[in-house]
């Protein structure tokens, strides 16, 4: 008998194989654009938890990095613009949306299962946004960033114009600059129990931001999952490299209010000024006369330190916004060759009606319709008492929380225990207790049971009563 043939048999057998290493592949590529498009996702709520958005189409690039076209993201707080008829007055526009994949294309390989990347573990994040543009005046960083321009990525662009509270892409053109695409980059890394995050606002030649900030984890985590978890903020940078903004915004402020350039600088340092004010921080003349020179001149200008007490991300926010956080760092301004420590002191906050409009204009309001000369803030002379005005005594505020009082035994930082507390009425504290986040106030009486505390809030204040009971330690501030 001869040989039966396999060849009918193999045919058939090599398609299904053929077909299914075509559907394995086609599974696998489904899964990555899966964990690729939950990427995107989880990276844009990362960048912006506070404001809805949208993504265009996303895909992949060579080295498995995620690309995301036409980023919207919508805010949520309404701007100035809000109300006209200016075409995206409420949106920031990316051109793209790059995420890094950690690993390359094994980071897909590795959490193929997981396509919520509920489970994944990474040591670095990076999110970068290109082509940025708005019309709304709020940087991307929703206020991370500080005092920035969103456009400009310069500190307080615009303070001191009577005419502007903001810059928008086209004026920084008709300043006579050559703004490149701006840019906007977070990037994480994580290293035991510490995070650190850098955030970068660029727009080539014009100016660069650079913030760095470190925290340290209350428990192990995802990186992410990082914005979820309660962290403490162990120090913070801002690092500006002017690339001819500064000189720009200064003639082009001075030839639309007509005043000479020197006298526009002076109005813009008296602006920045009164904006601490509102704060309730004052800055030592040393940091004042070197922010003068950077606000003349341009070039290089870093503002940083560590905390003597960490920030609590749950009170991170109030703390930005009362100006208590400024008061609990160990500062120093670097300009030049120069390295400053800085000295903020704390005084009652004192509002300044903008209303959207110009901090300067703000200002001339409020001295009675008379343009602010000189080099220093003053309160108006409408706040003062007449005798003290007829008397011409030299106009500077007296508060309560800037009267002399007895000086601690202890430097900012120490612990403090119960006892330790009716010697220090009148200071700024951080106060530790069982059933709520630590939190930052003034210190206002104290009694056998009870302590009285007053802490700032946008807008006033607020006063809390805590027990002995309650009461875990504090920790000296001011």
């Given at each position: 008998?001869?040989?039966?043939?396999t060849?009918?048999?193999?045919?058939?057998?090599?398609?299904?194989?053929?077909?299914?290493?075509?559907?394995?592949?086609?599974?696998?590529?489904?899964?990555?654009?899966?964990?690729?498009k939950?990427?995107?996702?989880?990276?844009?709520?990362?960048?912006?938890?506070?404001?809805?958005?949208?993504?265009?189409?996303?895909?992949f690039?060579?080295?498995?990095?995620?690309?995301?076209?036409?980023?919207?993201?919508?805010?949520?707080?309404?701007?100035?613009?809000?109300?006209?008829?200016?075409?995206?007055?409420?949106?920031?526009?990316?051109?793209?949306?790059?995420?890094?994949?950690?690993?390359?294309?094994?980071?897909?390989?590795?959490?193929?299962?997981?396509?919520?990347?509920?489970?994944?573990?990474?040591?670095?994040?990076?999110?970068?946004?290109?082509?940025?543009?708005?019309?709304?005046?709020?940087?991307?960083?929703?206020?991370?960033?500080?005092?920035?321009?969103?456009?400009?990525?310069?500190?307080?662009?615009?303070?001191?114009?009577?005419?502007?509270?903001?810059?928008?892409?086209?004026?920084?053109?008709?300043?006579?600059?050559?703004?490149?695409?701006?840019?906007?980059?977070?990037?994480?890394?994580?290293?035991?129990?510490?995070?650190?995050?850098?955030?970068?606002?660029?727009?080539?030649?014009?100016?660069?931001?650079q913030?760095?900030?470190?925290?340290?984890?209350?428990s192990?985590?995802?990186?992410?999952?990082?914005?979820?978890?309660?962290?403490?903020?162990?120090?913070?940078?801002?690092?500006?490299?002017?690339?001819?903004?500064?000189?720009?915004?200064?003639?082009?402020?001075?030839?639309?209010?007509?005043?000479?350039?020197?006298?526009?600088?002076?109005?813009?340092?008296?602006?920045v000024?009164?904006?601490?004010?509102?704060?309730?921080?004052?800055?030592?003349?040393?940091?004042?006369?070197?922010?003068?020179?950077?606000?003349?001149?341009?070039?290089?200008?870093?503002?940083?330190?560590?905390?003597?007490?960490a920030?609590?991300?749950?009170?991170?926010?109030?703390?930005?916004?009362?100006?208590?956080?400024?008061?609990?760092?160990?500062?120093?301004?670097?300009?030049?060759?120069q390295t400053?420590?800085?000295?903020?002191?704390?005084?009652?906050?004192?509002?300044?009606?903008?209303?959207?409009?110009?901090?300067?204009?703000?200002?001339?309001?409020?001295?009675?319709?008379?343009?602010?000369?000189?080099?220093?803030?003053?309160?108006?002379?409408?706040?003062?008492?007449?005798?003290?005005?007829?008397?011409?005594?030299?106009?500077?505020?007296?508060?309560?929380?800037?009267?002399?009082?007895?000086?601690?035994a202890?430097?900012?930082?120490?612990?403090?225990?119960?006892?330790?507390?009716?010697?220090?009425?009148?200071?700024?504290?951080?106060?530790?207790?069982?059933?709520?986040?630590?939190?930052?106030?003034?210190?206002?009486?104290?009694?056998?049971?009870?302590?009285?505390?007053?802490?700032?809030?946008?807008?006033?204040?607020?006063?809390?009563?805590?027990?002995?009971?309650?009461f875990?330690?504090?920790?000296?501030?001011?």
């Amino acid at each position: 008998m001869g040989r039966k043939s396999t060849t009918g048999a193999r045919g058939p057998r090599m398609r299904w194989i053929l077909l299914a290493g075509v559907v394995a592949i086609g599974a696998a590529g489904w899964l990555a654009h899966a964990q690729a498009k939950q990427l995107a996702a989880r990276s844009l709520a990362h960048a912006f938890p506070s404001g809805d958005s949208r993504i265009g189409h996303t895909w992949f690039d060579a080295n498995g990095d995620v690309v995301a076209s036409d980023v919207v993201v919508y805010l949520s707080t309404p701007t100035a613009l809000a109300d006209s008829d200016a075409p995206d007055a409420n949106t920031l526009r990316f051109e793209r949306m790059r995420v890094r994949a950690p690993e390359g294309w094994m980071f897909y390989a590795r959490n193929l299962i997981d396509m919520k990347l509920e489970k994944a573990q990474i040591a670095e994040w990076s999110i970068a946004f290109e082509g940025f543009t708005s019309r709304a005046g709020i940087d991307p960083s929703l206020g991370t960033l500080g005092p920035i321009g969103a456009m400009s990525a310069s500190p307080f662009e615009s303070e001191g114009c009577a005419r502007h509270a903001y810059f928008m892409r086209e004026e920084l053109g008709n300043m006579g600059l050559k703004p490149g695409q701006t840019d906007f980059e977070v990037t994480l890394r994580e290293d035991g129990n510490r995070v650190a995050t850098r955030i970068v606002l660029s727009t080539p030649a014009v100016s660069r931001l650079q913030y760095d900030r470190v925290e340290t984890l209350a428990s192990p985590t995802s990186l992410l999952q990082v914005d979820k978890a309660a962290t403490s903020t162990v120090s913070e940078r801002w690092d500006v490299s002017d690339q001819g903004f500064v000189k720009a915004r200064n003639t082009a402020c001075a030839r639309q209010d007509g005043v000479d350039e020197a006298t526009f600088v002076a109005r813009h340092v008296m602006s920045v000024q009164r904006l601490l004010e509102t704060r309730g921080l004052l800055a030592d003349d040393a940091t004042i006369a070197a922010y003068r020179d950077f606000a003349t001149n341009g070039g290089q200008l870093a503002f940083g330190g560590t905390y003597a007490t960490a920030l609590h991300s749950s009170e991170r926010g109030q703390a930005r916004a009362n100006g208590s956080a400024l008061l609990r760092m160990d500062a120093k301004l670097e300009h030049g060759s120069q390295t400053n420590d800085v000295r903020f002191s704390g005084t009652a906050p004192r509002a300044l009606d903008t209303a959207g409009g110009a901090t300067f204009a703000a200002m001339t309001k409020e001295n009675g319709g008379a343009t602010p000369v000189g080099g220093s803030v003053s309160t108006p002379k409408s706040a003062i008492p007449a005798s003290t005005v007829a008397a011409g005594t030299p106009v500077r505020p007296q508060y309560a929380s800037s009267l002399p009082s007895a000086a601690p035994a202890m430097a900012p930082g120490g612990r403090l225990e119960w006892d330790d507390l009716p010697a220090l009425q009148g200071h700024l504290v951080q106060v530790f207790t069982m059933h709520n986040a630590p939190r930052t106030a003034t210190l206002i009486s104290v009694d056998a049971n009870e302590a009285h505390v007053r802490a700032r809030m946008p807008g006033g204040h607020a006063d809390y009563r805590i027990s002995r009971e309650a009461f875990l330690r504090a920790t000296l501030i001011q």
